[in-house]
């Protein structure tokens, strides 16, 4: 039996291992987009370690639960400003989608500190 690989839950055409899963297991995201990408699949696979290793120090939770009976089903980003990879700041508008929510439209922001991009902060939309 032949078997296919799952889809990444960003929405890339990759495959999560050859996606979000290769930041998961350490790689650094080069942009603020594939970091956002990340951070939404691993709230889709229950990362919850990655979440708070890629949320700045300065603004992040001291821990973080994730509810597995969320069911999340698709992430759209709608725009980006900076967060390539020479820059040091950008951001990301996008709206998340979830089963029996209603979807969350934010405008996230990421700083790169020594070297690798982290979620600072967003704005609900």
């Given at each position: 039996m032949v078997t296919t690989p799952q889809p990444?839950?960003?929405?890339?055409?990759?495959?999560?291992?050859?996606?979000?899963?290769?930041?998961?297991?350490?790689a650094p995201a080069p942009t603020a987009e594939k970091l956002m990408r990340s951070r939404y699949s691993a709230f889709v696979v229950l990362a919850s370690d990655y979440l708070l290793d890629?949320?700045?120090?300065?603004?992040?939770?001291?821990?973080?639960?994730?509810?597995?009976d969320d069911q999340w089903t698709g992430l759209t980003i709608i725009s980006t400003t900076g967060g390539?990879?020479?820059?040091?700041?950008?951001?990301?508008?996008?709206?998340?989608?979830?089963?029996?929510?209603?979807?969350?439209?934010?405008?996230?922001?990421?700083?790169r500190v020594d070297g690798r991009w982290m979620y600072l902060d967003g704005v609900h939309r």
């Open positions: 990444c839950p960003c929405g890339a055409l990759n495959s999560y291992d050859a996606c979000c899963g290769t930041f998961h297991s350490g890629t949320w700045h120090p300065d603004t992040r939770p001291r821990r973080l639960r994730l509810d597995p390539q990879l020479f820059d040091t700041e950008g951001t990301v508008e996008f709206t998340a989608h979830q089963r029996h929510h209603p979807p969350l439209h934010e405008i996230s922001r990421f700083i």
